[in-house]
């Protein structure tokens, strides 16, 4: 309860320092933005109002804009000064794609260092989401009968939003933490708000969306002369009573700062001016009061930091428990806080090289000169905590040279730690997207053997077997020689003995919008093929080099599995292919970029019994390899594979696609009839001969 008291008193405090930074007041008032009036603190310009409380002002259209954290305006729908309120007007539901217009920049975020907050006056609308709702710390409603159901069914706007599974409702705000709405791929991706929305009403009686944000009073401006409080008549430049290092225009005795209007105004009846506003009231005490005091502030303080080391050695126990249980893997070795802290510069923000929806991750030194990466978990979220340990427990049971070594961890700082090899060469999202060095034709296929040879000894050879979850080209690390390693083990899934004879397992989705298994996402039947069908956007995006999701495509194509599935309807993979891979390509290289988007499509069906294993594909990556290097590969004869290099050589208009036909490779061919009976005539002359 100390605490909530001593909170308050905060924003003052920051207050001053802010506005001792701006030097000088100007105007109190700014007048009119149009034909709307701008009322006291809120300022439209350098020159007026309080530089604390920055808005926008558009005059052609008479319309103040709310700023977001970002750089993201907001139209202003009404303003109360005296009730230190505004409503702004929450962005539009993308009718075909259940976005929010604000889903590029993760929703609504005000600057926590400014006056403003999001009130508890609001009903939030939370659509197409999914069950990890990471960034929430208040009790939601994801019920059939919660708001949100009203709202999609009536709105045909948010007509999109009906295909999703989940949609919420909340009441938040009200606090001094609540400075976000966010939105994004591991949440919610659309929302609506309501002010003072009385459940029971009918649809058609719903007030127009709208979100309410209140601000903390403003104090006195400041000043360093007399001159200063020109525009604040009745006042004068004295010293703060609660900072005597600041100096503010006071108001004269008689009257009192009116914060909603910004002037000094007349005490009425004497009530409420009873000492001069640069008066410090005097407070005698005892020397016995004063020790009885100290005294009993020195015992709580002695109480709550034993309480507080009882409580963090036991959640350090606690943590030591999850690491250690059911582990028949090795041990992780746990650093001390001390060592990570060293390593990392105390997590200078230098040495960031990677933040999420998990966390931030820094690259570290230990003392014997080990490159460290170290994860951290975002402050106060315990689903993050969750994710770290779990994480441990999956890579303390795996060994293989194409997933990133886990080294140990730390438990004894606020957030458990992850400490692991460090990969120097970036990701291959980086690579892809032009942010790293470019990758031919033949690297990108070792990446995508390498990656699901991986994924494969974690589904048939871990013991238990293992489904990663988060399948994407941002989790697929690169080493100095450009080999795989694929990290981010935080959503993975450990599949219990009981569970194995199952066709799958029941859990909550979990994953990153683009690379969601459908059948997952609407069933919450996990499966190794759901990390299959992640690969297989991962092979979309080697072939083209695009993003899985990106809302700089036209808005049909921002899915790119959806964008890709049409593609091959009409026939036209060589249109979007990558150019770098495209130009200057053998023939061969251009029908094995055919082969792997056939294999993507195989990996990306939406009826997951009819996906390959992930050991079927990359045994088909293996094979495409091998007719690009001329080496037969594992899978297929060195006969097998001459044959169809011979077929090639006689036959250039052939199209080769290579495919799953009852579990079985076979080779499927598109040529002329003489074509075809030359290359059989090849083929079973080596098979046979």
Same mark, same amino acid.
């Given at each position: 309860?100390?605490?909530?008291?001593?909170?308050?008193?905060?924003?003052?405090?920051?207050?001053?320092?802010?506005?001792?930074?701006?030097?000088?007041?100007?105007?109190?008032?700014?007048? *009119?933005?149009?034909?709307?009036?701008?009322?006291?603190?809120?300022?439209?310009?350098?020159?007026?109002?309080?530089?604390?409380?920055?808005?926008?002002?558009?005059?052609?259209?008479?319309?103040?804009?709310?700023?977001?954290?970002?750089?993201?305006?907001?139209?202003?729908?009404?303003?109360?000064?005296?009730?230190?309120?505004?409503?702004?007007?929450?962005?539009?539901?993308?009718?075909?794609?259940?976005?929010?217009?604000?889903?590029?920049?993760?929703?609504?975020?005000?600057?926590?260092?400014?006056?403003?907050?999001?009130?508890?006056?609001?009903?939030?609308?939370?659509?197409?989401?999914?069950?990890?709702?990471?960034?929430?710390?208040?009790?939601?409603?994801?019920?059939?009968?919660?708001?949100?159901?009203?709202?999609?069914?009536?709105?045909?706007?948010?007509?999109?939003?009906?295909?999703?599974?989940?949609?919420?409702?909340?009441? &938040?705000?009200?606090?001094?933490?609540?400075?976000?709405?966010?939105?994004?791929?591991?949440?919610?991706?659309?929302?609506?708000?309501?002010?003072?929305?009385?459940?029971?009403?009918?649809?058609?009686?719903?007030?127009?969306?709208?979100?309410?944000?209140?601000?903390?009073?403003?104090?006195?401006? *400041?000043?360093?002369?007399?001159?200063?409080?020109?525009?604040?008549?009745?006042?004068?430049?004295?010293?703060?009573?609660?900072?005597?290092?600041?100096?503010?225009?006071?108001?004269?005795?008689?009257?009192?700062?009116?914060?909603?209007?910004?002037?000094?105004?007349?005490?009425?009846?004497?009530?409420?001016?009873?000492?001069?506003?640069?008066?410090?009231?005097?407070?005698?005490?005892?020397?016995?009061?004063?020790?009885?005091?100290?005294?009993?502030?020195?015992?709580?303080?002695?109480?709550?930091?034993?309480?507080?080391?009882?409580?963090?050695?036991?959640?350090?126990?606690?943590?030591?428990?999850?690491?250690?249980?059911?582990?028949?893997?090795?041990?992780?070795?746990?650093?001390?806080?001390?060592?990570?802290?060293?390593?990392?510069?105390?997590?200078?923000?230098?040495?960031?090289?990677?933040?999420?929806?998990?966390?931030?991750?820094?690259?570290?030194?230990?003392?014997?000169?080990?490159?460290?990466?170290?994860?951290?978990?975002?402050?106060?979220?315990?689903?993050?905590?969750?994710?770290?340990?779990?994480?441990?427990?999956?890579?303390?049971?795996?060994?293989?040279?194409?997933?990133?070594?886990?080294?140990?961890?730390?438990?004894?700082?606020?957030?458990?730690?992850?400490?692991?090899?460090?990969?120097?060469?970036?990701?291959?999202?980086?690579?892809?997207?032009?942010?790293?060095?470019?990758?031919?034709?033949?690297?990108?296929?070792?990446?995508?053997?390498? &990656?699901?040879?991986?994924?494969?000894?974690?589904?048939?050879?871990?013991?238990?077997?293992?489904?990663?979850?988060?399948?994407?080209?941002?989790?697929?690390?690169?080493?100095?020689?450009?080999?795989?390693?694929?990290?981010?083990?935080?959503?993975?899934?450990?599949?219990?003995?009981?569970?194995?004879?199952?066709?799958?397992?029941?859990?909550?989705?979990?994953? &990153?919008?683009?690379?969601?298994?459908?059948?997952?996402?609407?069933? *919450?039947?996990?499966?190794?093929?759901?990390?299959?069908?992640?690969?297989?956007?991962?092979?979309?995006?080697?072939?083209?080099?695009?993003?899985?999701?990106?809302?700089?495509?036209?808005?049909?194509?921002?899915?790119?599995?959806?964008?890709?599935?049409?593609?091959?309807?009409?026939?036209?993979?060589?249109?979007?292919?990558?150019?770098?891979?495209?130009?200057?390509?053998?023939?061969?290289?251009?029908?094995?970029?055919?082969?792997?988007?056939?294999?993507?499509?195989?990996?990306?069906?939406?009826?997951?019994?009819?996906?390959?294993?992930?050991?079927?594909?990359?045994?088909?990556?293996?094979?495409?390899?091998?007719?690009?290097?001329?080496?037969?590969?594992?899978?297929?004869?060195?006969?097998?594979?001459?044959?169809?290099?011979?077929?090639?050589?006689?036959?250039?208009?052939?199209?080769?696609?290579?495919?799953?036909?009852?579990?079985?490779?076979?080779?499927?061919?598109?040529?002329?009839?003489?074509?075809?009976?030359?290359?059989?005539?090849?083929?079973?002359?080596?098979?046979?001969?």
């Amino acid at each position: 309860m100390a605490n909530c008291k001593i909170i308050p008193l905060l924003k003052p405090l920051f207050m001053m320092f802010l506005f001792l930074a701006s030097g000088t007041t100007g105007d109190m008032h700014c007048g *009119l933005c149009g034909k709307t009036t701008v009322p006291y603190p809120l300022s439209t310009g350098p020159n007026c109002g309080d530089q604390a409380y920055k808005i926008n002002c558009n005059p052609n259209t008479s319309t103040l804009y709310f700023i977001s954290k970002v750089g993201v305006p907001y139209a202003i729908t009404s303003v109360n000064p005296k009730a230190q309120r505004m409503v702004i007007k929450p962005p539009n539901v993308s009718p075909n794609t259940c976005f929010s217009e604000d889903y590029s920049t993760e929703g609504f975020h005000i600057d926590d260092s400014t006056p403003f907050n999001i009130t508890s006056s609001n009903t939030i609308l939370l659509m197409n989401c999914t069950d990890d709702l990471l960034h929430l710390q208040v009790p939601i409603n994801c019920s059939t009968n919660c708001l949100c159901h009203k709202y999609i069914d009536n709105t045909p706007s948010a007509a999109a939003c009906k295909k999703q599974a989940l949609c919420c409702s909340l009441r &938040t705000g009200g606090s001094q933490n609540a400075y976000m709405i966010p939105v994004h791929a591991n949440g919610c991706m659309a929302y609506q708000s309501f002010v003072n929305l009385d459940p029971g009403l009918p649809f058609a009686k719903w007030p127009r969306p709208g979100l309410e944000l209140m601000w903390a009073a403003p104090l006195e401006p *400041l000043c360093k002369t007399n001159l200063d409080c020109r525009d604040l008549p009745c006042s004068k430049c004295l010293p703060d009573p609660i900072n005597g290092g600041l100096k503010r225009c006071l108001c004269k005795k008689g009257r009192y700062w009116d914060f909603a209007s910004g002037y000094c105004q007349k005490c009425r009846n004497g009530t409420g001016c009873k000492f001069h506003k640069n008066q410090t009231p005097v407070i005698g005490s005892t020397t016995g009061v004063i020790l009885l005091v100290a005294l009993a502030g020195f015992i709580v303080y002695r109480q709550r930091k034993y309480t507080k080391h009882v409580a963090r050695r036991a959640l350090i126990k606690e943590r030591e428990d999850i690491i250690n249980a059911n582990t028949s893997g090795r041990s992780a070795k746990v650093f001390s806080g001390k060592e990570i802290r060293k390593a990392t510069i105390d997590f200078t923000k230098e040495l960031m090289i990677g933040s999420g929806g998990f966390g931030e991750v820094f690259k570290g030194t230990l003392e014997d000169g080990t490159e460290i990466a170290v994860k951290r978990p975002k402050p106060g979220n315990t689903k993050g905590h969750a994710q770290v340990l779990n994480e441990v427990q999956i890579l303390c049971q795996v060994n293989h040279r194409n997933l990133v070594k886990l080294l140990g961890c730390c438990v004894e700082l606020d957030e458990p730690l992850l400490v692991y090899e460090y990969v120097r060469n970036g990701t291959l999202f980086e690579h892809l997207h032009r942010k790293r060095g470019p990758l031919g034709w033949l690297k990108r296929l070792c990446i995508a053997h390498q &990656t699901a040879d991986g994924l494969a000894y974690l589904h048939s050879s871990a013991e238990p077997p293992i489904y990663h979850r988060d399948v994407k080209t941002s989790n697929i690390l690169l080493d100095e020689k450009l080999d795989v390693k694929v990290s981010d083990f935080g959503l993975s899934r450990l599949v219990e003995l009981a569970e194995r004879d199952c066709t799958h397992i029941q859990t909550s989705a979990q994953g &990153t919008l683009g690379y969601l298994d459908p059948e997952y996402y609407l069933n *919450l039947q996990l499966t190794d093929r759901s990390d299959v069908y992640s690969f297989g956007v991962v092979l979309l995006e080697l072939l083209t080099s695009e993003k899985a999701i990106d809302f700089n495509r036209e808005e049909e194509n921002v899915n790119l599995v959806v964008y890709m599935k049409r593609v091959f309807e009409g026939g036209k993979l060589m249109a979007v292919i990558d150019p770098s891979l495209r130009g200057g390509a053998t023939e061969v290289e251009l029908e094995t970029m055919k082969a792997v988007g056939d294999l993507a499509m195989a990996c990306l069906d939406e009826r997951r019994q009819n996906r390959p294993s992930m050991k079927e594909v990359a045994d088909e990556i293996d094979c495409i390899i091998s007719i690009i290097t001329c080496e037969p590969s594992k899978t297929y004869s060195l006969r097998f594979i001459l044959s169809v290099h011979l077929a090639l050589f006689f036959c250039p208009k052939l199209s080769v696609h290579l495919g799953f036909q009852d579990k079985k490779y076979s080779i499927f061919l598109n040529i002329t009839p003489n074509d075809y009976l030359l290359y059989l005539c090849i083929h079973y002359f080596i098979i046979y001969v």
